[in-house]
């Protein structure tokens, strides 16, 4: 490859130069394409979108789309996850260094970088008190399965006050707050004025206000709070949330097929989460459902994988691939499908 080398061209997959995006749309349209071709575009064969045919080493043939895709979104999904930890073990330090000294005063000025909010009442002012102060844009990330009708209720008054305003919003819930006619009442309520997307899992609670201002809970029962108004620390968890915005399906969207007769979405999550020896509790609570109703989706799994034991519906899930990401899923016909389809 004279006078070329994958240095010249510093981009991902995700953004092909120009010459590489005509070679390698050319060898998706054609099959293949020469050797000589990709000379220019190294950068081909070092993200490994194009591959020497095996029956033909002069010629390049490409890796499909679908398997490009597959990997950006594991490489992003992993992006994320990482993030997540960063986020808890900032949490966990701030929690740990504020009970080193004498407690925050209560009513520290407005340039407070972190401040420790301990009660709900407390919680509750300093919401309100960001929300009067929103002008723009509001970001929340909401875990859990389907939202408590009072919880909708409870947080509306301030909803509404921001749409008055001219303020746009973004939700974040887990896939199985679909199922919440509350949640689908709210969205049509609150009209354009908020989008709404959902994920298999979603990091803990997160409100941001106009990318100055977030809130995230500091200990379990939320009865703690931590205002943040660090704008490196602000503008991190924005970034979180971008970055899992991009992953989420619109709530008016349906949820991707699974590509395997007979399996959800919800189990494939299931499946994937128990490959990693995950146990029923913490998969449901990830998933923002019930441990009852994580042990029926269970169940289902093993019966039509046709699996009599954990152990077994292990290595079924494996086989027909449900242990990997859902984008990475392929089309699969499980033993006796065809027959039960005729009958």
């Known amino acids: 490859m004279a006078g070329y080398t994958a240095d010249d061209h510093p981009h991902g997959a995700d953004r092909l130069c ?7 749309s050319r060898a998706v349209r054609r099959g293949r394409v020469p050797r000589s071709d990709a000379e220019p575009v190294p950068c081909l064969l070092e993200l490994a979108l194009l591959h020497p045919d095996p029956d033909d ?6 890796t499909a789309p679908q398997e ?3 990997r950006l979104l594991r490489g992003v999904y992993d992006d994320v996850s990482a993030s997540q930890r960063r986020v808890g073990a900032v949490v966990a330090a701030v929690e740990r260094f504020a009970g080193l000294g004498p407690s925050v005063v209560a009513g520290a000025g407005e340039g407070t970088a972190i401040r420790v909010l301990d009660g709900l009442s407390r919680i509750q002012a300093a919401m309100d008190e960001a929300t009067e102060a929103c002008t723009t844009e509001v970001l929340t990330v909401q875990p859990g399965g389907i939202r408590p009708e009072h919880e909708l209720t409870e947080g509306l ?8 305003r001219g303020v746009r919003m ?3 819930y887990t896939h199985v707050a679909r199922h919440g006619q509350g949640l689908l009442n709210y969205l049509e309520l609150m009209g354009g004025s908020v989008q709404a997307r959902t994920l298999d899992e979603v990091i803990d609670r997160l409100i941001l206000f106009d990318r100055t201002v977030a809130f ?6 939320r009865t703690l709070a931590l205002e943040l108004r660090h704008p490196a620390l602000v503008e991190y968890l924005v970034t979180v949330f971008e970055r899992l915005w991009r992953l989420a399906i619109p709530l008016t969207a349906p949820l991707p097929d699974t590509g395997i007769e007979g399996i959800s979405h919800r189990e494939q999550s299931i499946a994937a989460l128990l490959a990693e020896g ?13 441990v009852r109703t994580c042990r029926a989706h269970i169940a289902r799994l093993s019966e039509t994988l046709g699996a009599a034991s954990r152990t077994q519906l292990g290595v079924r899930i494996a086989q027909v691939g449900l242990d990997r990401s859902p984008a990475s899923v392929p089309s699969v016909t499980l033993p006796g499908q065809e027959s039960r389809t005729a009958r």
């Open 68 to 70: 490009v895709m597959t």
């Open 157 to 164: 008054h301030r909803a509404l006050a921001l749409r008055g």
């Open 18 to 24: 120009e010459a590489g995006d005509h070679v390698y």
């Open 57 to 62: 080493m002069d010629w390049l043939v490409p």
């Open 216 to 221: 995230v809970p500091a200990n379990a029962d």
């Open 170 to 172: 973004r939700d974040l």
């Open 278 to 290: 995950h146990q029923d509790a913490v998969i449901a609570e990830r998933l923002g459902i019930s």
